[in-house]
């Protein structure tokens, strides 16, 4: 694949699709260009059989400073933005429907719809440089990128007005607290770490992963019953594969399991 002078970077090592934003001059601010590439690599991803984990970091200082703002200052805003957001978020449907551990590593600015994509993430892992501002009420606009919706289930929904409303920029250590990172490392750490993290994931049981994914995405919208209802076919489908069965096998024999995801 001849990816010379994307903004967006895909390459599959070890069963992990590693997505790089890849515009460090400008912080890795999303132009409709990187929208584009951002969407297309999702769907490369999903129709790539061999991937079991993603992981999605910026190049250079910066994870990603949000929208590039300068294309909004022309004599259309609206249709500058409409140019951005809207594969910006063909990316995010596609992101958000990957049956698979996906992880976010990121530093230096993570702000507007950076902040929103390291949120639509599974999971975030963060160097010790990370400064999280939801941006968007600074320029006069509201939130994006699945922003509104990620939000409220992590802190809630009176701090997650607080992080939009006063877009005030929130350390790691606070983000940790909060939920909005799982974990801290060294900033010069943070490729190693997120890569061993990947990798994990990518050898665990993938299927399994895609039926905790739907349950804990569909559990804030349900009752007890439901939840009970969803759980037990869930498991109930989880004997019937290969996975379940070596994990069984393997915890029996006191070894470590070896999954195929599937």
Do not use: W
């Not at 999702?42 to 590039?68: K, N, P």
């Not at 719809?113 to 160097?127: E, P, Q, T």
């Amino acid at each position: 694949m001849d990816q010379a002078g994307s903004p967006v970077l895909l390459a599959i090592e070890h069963a992990v699709a590693v997505v790089t934003l890849s515009h460090p001059r400008v912080l890795n601010a999303i132009d409709a260009q990187m929208a584009q590439a951002l969407a297309d690599a999702m769907e490369r991803i999903a129709q790539d059989g061999t991937v079991r984990a993603l992981l999605l970091r910026g190049e250079g200082r910066a994870f990603c400073a949000g929208g590039d703002v300068a294309r909004f200052a022309g004599e259309d805003p609206t249709a500058a933005v409409e140019a951005i957001i809207d594969p910006f978020h063909a990316a995010l449907r596609a992101l958000n429907a990957l049956k698979l551990p996906t992880l976010a590593a990121v530093q230096g600015p993570v702000a507007g719809a950076g902040f929103s994509l390291a949120m639509a993430c599974d999971l975030c892992i963060a160097a010790d440089d990370a400064v999280f501002t939801m941006a968007y009420s600074r320029i006069g606009a509201s939130p994006d990128g699945s922003a509104t919706y990620r939000l409220p289930r992590l802190v809630g929904e009176r701090k997650a007005l607080e992080l939009a409303l006063l877009a005030e920029p929130v350390g790691v250590a606070e983000a940790l607290t909060l939920g909005l990172v799982n974990r801290v490392v060294p900033a010069a750490d943070l490729a190693d770490e997120a890569m061993s993290l990947a990798r994990r994931l990518a050898h665990g049981p993938t299927a399994a992963y895609a039926r905790i994914k739907h349950l804990v995405g569909r559990s804030l919208g349900n009752d007890l019953s439901t939840q009970l209802d969803l759980e037990r076919e869930a498991f109930l489908a989880g004997t019937r594969t290969a996975d379940f069965r070596e994990g069984a096998h393997a915890f029996l024999a006191k070894r470590t399991p070896q999954f195929e995801g599937r």
